[in-house]
């Protein structure tokens, strides 16, 4: 069992930086591949971002790349969403998922229904 706990939403202005955190407790959290989705009312979740276990290979959606960096630090068990350049349309929830294996293929990296762990979700409301 992994449980995973987000900070470090809120409110930013358009153009502006947030750094979001998943903290993981439970088992070896470099033996997990982890990603951030993200839902917005009215919308499904989406892809943002992913990581394998290493750290070696990381994973974007379109909308988010040269803006958004993910990274993690095993030693913390703690993976991080930095994200620059924010857009009114990057506002949702977001949410970190755990999934076993730390490495794969693309998809299983990138699709929800892989991950078997989640958080509670950190809200990030952007202004214009």
Same mark, same amino acid.
């Given at each position: 069992?992994?449980?995973?706990? %987000?900070?470090? +939403? *809120?409110?930013?202005?358009a *153009? +502006?930086?947030?750094r979001?955190?998943?903290?993981?407790s439970? &088992? /070896?959290?470099s033996?997990y591949?982890?990603?951030?989705?993200?839902?917005?009312p009215?919308? %499904?979740? %989406?892809?943002?971002?992913?990581?394998?276990g290493s750290? *070696?290979s /990381?994973?974007?959606a379109?909308s988010?790349? !040269? &803006?958004? #960096?993910?990274? &993690?630090?095993? !030693?913390?068990n #703690?993976?991080?969403?930095?994200m620059?350049s924010?857009?009114?349309?990057?506002a949702?929830?977001?949410y970190?998922?755990a999934? $076993?294996?730390? #490495?794969?293929? &693309?998809?299983?990296f /990138?699709? $929800?229904?892989w991950? $078997?762990?989640?958080?509670? *979700?950190t809200?990030v /409301?952007?202004s214009s």
């Amino acid at each position: 069992q992994v449980q995973l706990v %987000e900070s470090g +939403g *809120g409110l930013v202005q358009a *153009g +502006g930086s947030l750094r979001l955190s998943c903290a993981a407790s439970g &088992r /070896t959290f470099s033996n997990y591949r982890m990603g951030w989705f993200r839902q917005a009312p009215g919308k %499904e979740r %989406e892809f943002v971002a992913a990581i394998s276990g290493s750290g *070696g290979s /990381t994973y974007y959606a379109d909308s988010v790349k !040269a &803006r958004f #960096t993910i990274s &993690r630090d095993n !030693a913390k068990n #703690t993976v991080y969403l930095q994200m620059n350049s924010l857009k009114a349309d990057d506002a949702a929830v977001y949410y970190c998922a755990a999934a $076993a294996g730390s #490495t794969g293929s &693309r998809v299983v990296f /990138t699709t $929800a229904k892989w991950y $078997a762990y989640w958080g509670q *979700g950190t809200q990030v /409301t952007v202004s214009s």
